[in-house]
């Protein structure tokens, strides 16, 4: 089992709220990425780092921002959430190898 | 076009079938292939990396051809554990480890 996690798994909350959405791994990966995806529907990357201070947009828009202060530590932040934020969202790394593990993601719900 | 295209089923297979998939990419730079599962409301996994020569692992065959862009997977004696999403995985050219996600096919095997 992959060592990479995130919290909430699950968040309701009204629209113009700021949330973080946290995703943590303990394998010392440098790679980190951010996925949306919607219920039946393909990934989407949003995010992705190299590395500590290295963060990149992916090939679908959002609004979402994020940050890589420390290896471990790649959190998603919505300044003001949106009824269109609501998905599912999935943090994942990659370390040595290809292989990406992925988070268990955080469903969001923005009423 | 999208860089990463499946057929995306439903698949519905009597258990202990034999059930193949196929998946076209568009780049013909890109360097490495991977089939994940995804379960219904999980996040993706691994399945199996594909390799040039083509790999099996036990009841799963993958299979990459170059020329034509496409990939391949083939599982025998479907069981009804199997019944999942399958994620087509291309790794783009560079290095960089940016992972392109097909939409996914579903397969979903019956008693």
């Known amino acids: 089992e992959a060592d990479i996690y995130q919290t909430p798994r699950y968040l309701v909350i009204g629209t113009g709220k700021k949330i973080t959405l946290e995703c943590s791994q303990t394998?010392?990966?440098?790679?980190m990425y951010w996925y949306q995806q919607d219920p039946g529907m393909e990934l989407h990357l949003i995010h992705y780092?190299?590395?500590?201070?290295?963060?990149e947009k992916g090939d679908l828009s959002s609004e979402s921002t994020v940050s890589r202060i420390r290896t471990e530590h790649f959190p998603l932040t919505l300044e003001s959430a949106r009824p269109s934020h609501t998905s599912q969202y999935l943090c994942?790394?990659?370390?040595?190898?290809?292989?990406?593990?992925f988070g268990p993601g955080t469903r969001l719900l923005v009423l | 076009r999208k860089e990463v295209e499946q057929d995306p089923g439903p698949f519905n297979v009597p258990e202990g079938a034999t059930v193949a998939f196929n998946c076209t990419y568009s780049?013909?730079?890109?360097?490495?292939f991977f089939w994940y599962r995804q379960d219904c409301r999980k996040e993706p996994k691994l399945l199996m990396s594909?390799?040039?020569s083509g790999n099996e692992d036990g009841r799963f065959t993958a299979q990459l051809n170059r020329a034509s862009q496409y990939i391949s997977l083939l599982i025998r004696d479907s069981k009804l554990s199997d019944s999942a999403t399958y994620l087509c995985?291309?790794?783009?050219?560079?290095?960089?480890?940016?992972?392109?996600f097909g939409a996914g096919t579903r397969l979903a095997v019956h008693p």
């Open positions: 780092s190299y590395g500590v201070n290295s963060t």
């Open positions: 594909v390799y040039s």
């Open positions: 780049n013909s730079a890109s360097q490495s």
């Open positions: 994942a790394s990659i370390g040595l190898g290809e292989t990406q593990y």
């Open positions: 995985v291309v790794n783009t050219a560079g290095g960089y480890n940016k992972l392109i």
């Open positions: 394998m010392g990966h440098d790679k």
